[in-house]
């Protein structure tokens, strides 16, 4: 049973919890992803492994608290026990002969980023990471991060922190100032991954994004996770979720994400005035 070990959270809207998943944390290697469910009628979502420990049987995920299974999973606990956890699920991202690298994170998509830079850096690697946030009060995993690459460069969209501006403008500037790379990886919302994929275009330098569409089952049978690389229909769950930054049609990738969100924001008000139904009726049972 995936027992919750640790939970924390990183930021005002990202969670860590790390759980007991011995046969996961056997097996699983950077890029790859988990499909968890919190009770018997919750949905099934994927969340990418942050870390994994072999010797322990952990795997580390990272969420953000914004849809109704997230702020469910949010009132677990050390302890408690997730419905289920199925994986490692996805191709591990491909790492082998890297010898520089830029790693890039984008606010939770950072989480997803740190183990593919961890990877490289203890395979002997050069690795640049770039992670960026709309403010100050949103960065996270910056010591991990410190522990785990050559150099370190955070930007924030107001300046509050670190350097003033984007994520591919700081690539950009990298560039500007001959650094090489053999691969650069960009992990994060759409729009920035599109960002970075079209600075590096010009310098025909390899780019691979982890695309996370809307999923079911994660084994390829449901065909929701579909998405167009190079004018073909691929699957993200079995064919990715890694796929060239520069073949992706983002534009349909965006459209595609957004088709239910008037659902997802009707399942969490929803839960929201459960919850303070609840809250309501336990004051009232200790004011008696």
Known sequence: MPIIVTKRALNPVVSLMELECPAIAKKALPGQFVMVRVDEKGERI?????DYDSVRGTITIMYQRIGLTTQKMDLLNPGDILLDVVGPLGNPTELEGVKRAVVIGGGVGSAIAYPQAKYLYAAGAHVDVIIGFRSKELVFMEESFRRNCTNLYITTDDGSYGEQGFVNQKL???????????LVLAIGPVPMMRAVSNSTRPHNLKTIVSLNPIMVDGTGMCGCCRCTVNGETKFACVDGPDFDGHQVDYEELMNRLSVYRPQEAEAVEKHNCNLQRQADEMKKGEDR
């Open 172 to 182: 950009e500037q990298l560039l500007a100032e001959g650094n090489q790379y053999d």
């Open 46 to 50: 994927p969340l990418t492994i942050s």
